[in-house]
């Protein structure tokens, strides 16, 4: 199983929106509802922030959104803030009791 | 409130082992399915395996199929994670996390703080 493709940078101003992609095929992410999100600062252990595509664990920002259309989901974080500099990573159920991450994406904040 | 608390970093030549602990504690050890995460220098995240604590059932990633073995030890509330015939490209941040739902809903809400294994001759 390859890892779900994701751009490796995006960057956007404090204050603007920006989208990070994930792409994967029909035997993961197209197939699964069970798509997530993880942003991961520099040394540190990841933090869990979508599940389920578009849901939203208590304590996330609700900056913070999922969605997906066919085999590729997406992360929008809306409002650029400093602190939303980071590594985010999806990761999608990917049939036989395994997962699967994306290559991870950094976010930079002008 | 949950903890994960896994050993030390650890030093291991190629074509040795290494055994790397994932001590769990805040709630009930064997209702909760554990996964294996892993980071190379620089690199993403990779999904190793999970193990259910309960029965002891695990799954693993087909690359590590043959090299990977994941334990657990209910009277210590403890998962172990043993990668053999180590090569250099293992040289990595391992992970363990939890998962959210007594069901497995493949989410990894609690992590621990990572155990880094250097693999050099």
């Known amino acids: 199983q390859s890892a779900l493709t994701q751009p490796a940078s995006v960057s956007g101003s404090p204050g603007q929106s920006i989208t990070i992609s994930c792409t994967g095929t029909?035997?993961?992410?197209?197939?699964?509802?069970?798509v997530s999100w993880y942003q991961q600062h520099p040394g540190k252990a990841p933090r869990f922030m979508i599940y389920?595509?578009?849901k939203r664990p208590s304590g996330v920002s609700n900056r913070f959104s999922g969605s997906k259309s066919g085999n590729t989901a997406s992360l929008t974080i809306s409002g650029l803030q400093a602190e939303d500099e980071a590594d985010y990573y999806c990761?999608?159920?990917?049939?036989?009791?395994?997962?699967?991450f994306g290559g991870g994406t950094k976010l930079t904040v002008l | 409130q949950v903890q994960l608390v896994q050993s030390g970093a650890e030093v291991k030549k190629p074509g040795a082992s290494v055994k790397v602990s994932c001590k769990a504690s805040?709630?009930?050890?064997?209702?909760?399915?554990m996964h294996w995460v892993r980071q190379a220098p620089g690199q993403g995240l990779e999904w190793m395996g999970i193990?259910?604590?309960?029965?002891?059932?695990?799954y693993y990633a087909q690359k590590f199929q043959g090299r990977l073995t994941m334990t657990r030890d209910t009277s210590t509330s403890t998962v172990y994670m043993e990668l053999s015939s180590l090569r250099s490209e293992d040289t990595a941040v391992y992970y363990c996390?939890?998962?959210?739902?007594?069901?497995?809903?493949?989410?990894?809400?609690?992590w621990g703080q990572g155990a880094l294994v250097t693999v050099s001759s």
């Open positions: 990761c999608s159920y990917a049939g036989s009791s395994t997962l699967l």
């Open positions: 389920e595509v578009n």
């Open positions: 193990i259910n604590p309960s029965g002891g059932r695990t």
């Open positions: 996390a939890r998962d959210e739902k007594i069901v497995v809903v493949w989410r990894l809400v609690y």
């Open positions: 029909s035997s993961d992410v197209g197939s699964y509802n069970l």
């Open positions: 805040g709630y009930t050890f064997t209702n909760y399915d």
